[in-house]
Antibody
Framework: QVQLVESGGGVVQSGRSLRLSCTAS????????MHWVRQAPGKGLEWLAV????????YYADSVKGRFTISRDNSKNTLYLQINSLRAEDTAVYYC???????????WGQGTLVTVSS | QSALTQPASVSGSPGQSIAISCTGT?????????VSWYQQHPGKAPKLLIY???NRPSGVSDRFSGSKSGNTASLTISGLQAEDEADYYC??????????FGGGTKLTVL
């Protein structure tokens, strides 16, 4: 069965950087686009970024462009999200998610909580 | 990249049917049949209910159905059950090759 396990979250000081990871299993990771989506406490889902199956194409939400970087290592079945210059408003649960054979998300990880402190 | 528009809340009694709308633009919902719906219970990850506007993944109850007209997609839940109480989100592919979610709808089963 599909499993997506995020890690790397925690309490981080404002202005610092953080790299989140998502380890995938149960499907052919190198054949699927992958996403990062976040959810601030008590708020809705916010799509952040997507990478194509081979990492050659990457697209970002305007709100994070230039500060967030999505990447993947298909040899390790792992997706990454680099977050720079962390701000209080980046406090959220960060989910990784996979695409179906069409550009739609089907499976989600359980999320990792990032808390930005001042 | 404005969020798709969903009602903040809807409610219904057990056994009734409810519909949740999701309004976008001609650059997202209106342009592609890549509209999906997700159910999220408190403290849990979202779960796919509908993809491709109206398709259900295996294991999802046929009480859930989806449709689209123009720039507005809809999720209908028939035969409401207590366990349907949750937050619901729509999502669309966009002409910028990005994705956009709706603001979410809280369903209360009375």
């Amino acid at each position: 069965q599909v499993q997506l396990v995020e890690s790397g979250g925690g309490v981080v000081q404002s202005g610092r950087s953080l790299r989140l990871s998502c380890t995938a299993s149960g499907f052919t990771f190198s054949a699927r686009g992958m996403h990062w989506v976040r959810q601030a406490p008590g708020k809705g889902l916010e799509w952040l970024a997507v990478t194509s199956y081979d990492g050659s194409e990457k697209y970002y939400a305007d709100s994070v462009k230039g500060r967030f970087t999505i990447s993947r290592d298909n040899s390790k079945n792992t997706l990454y999200l680099q977050i720079n210059s962390l701000r209080a408003e980046d406090t959220a649960v960060y989910y990784c998610a996979k695409d179906t054979t069409t550009p739609q998300i089907d499976y989600w990880g359980q999320g990792t909580l990032v808390t930005v402190s001042s | 990249q404005s969020a798709l528009t969903q009602p903040a809340s809807v409610s219904g009694s057990p056994g009734q049917s409810i519909a949740i709308s999701c309004t976008g633009t001609s650059s997202d919902v209106g342009a592609y049949d890549y509209v999906s719906w997700y159910q999220q219970h408190p403290g849990k990850a979202p779960k796919l209910l509908i993809y491709g506007v109206s398709n259900r993944p295996s294991g999802v109850s046929d009480r859930f159905s989806g449709s689209k007209s123009g720039n507005t997609a809809s999720l209908t839940i028939s035969g409401l059950q207590a366990e349907d109480e949750a937050d619901y989100y729509c999502c669309s592919y966009t002409s910028s090759v990005t994705r956009v979610f709706g603001g979410g709808t809280k369903l209360t089963v009375l």
